[in-house]
Nanobody
């Protein structure tokens, strides 16, 4: 069982930056692939993912070049650095964990979810 807790959300002006964090309870955190999803008015959508080692990452086209996913296995924590924020980035952001990278690319395959953190970008 893995418990995930997001933090770092808030209100920011367009063009600004935020860094989200996801703290995991499991001592086996380093064996999990991790990801970020977000949900606004529509369905939850994939944002970014990272392998257990941090060696490979994937991003949604809408955030490429602006967002960076990373992790610190010694701290059991994953991050999402969000730069050049736009109003369309406004959403609740969720942390996700799974056995492999493929399991944190699609909502239906995620094993564990955090409770979410609100990000609001004002224009």
């Amino acid at each position: 069982q893995v418990q995930l807790v997001e933090s770092g959300g808030g209100l920011v002006q367009a063009g600004g930056s935020l860094r989200l964090s996801c703290a995991a309870s499991a001592r086996t955190f380093s064996t999990y692939a991790m990801g970020w999803f977000r949900q606004a008015e529509k369905e939850r959508e994939f944002v970014a993912a990272i392998t257990w080692s941090g060696g490979s990452t994937m991003y949604a086209d809408s955030v490429k070049g602006r967002f960076t996913i990373s992790r610190d296995n010694a701290k059991n924590t994953m991050y999402l650095q969000m730069n050049s924020l736009k109003s369309e980035d406004t959403a609740v952001y969720y942390c996700a964990a799974g056995a492999s990278l493929n399991t944190v690319l699609v909502v239906g395959r995620v094993a564990y979810w955090g409770q979410g953190t609100q990000v609001t970008v004002s224009s």
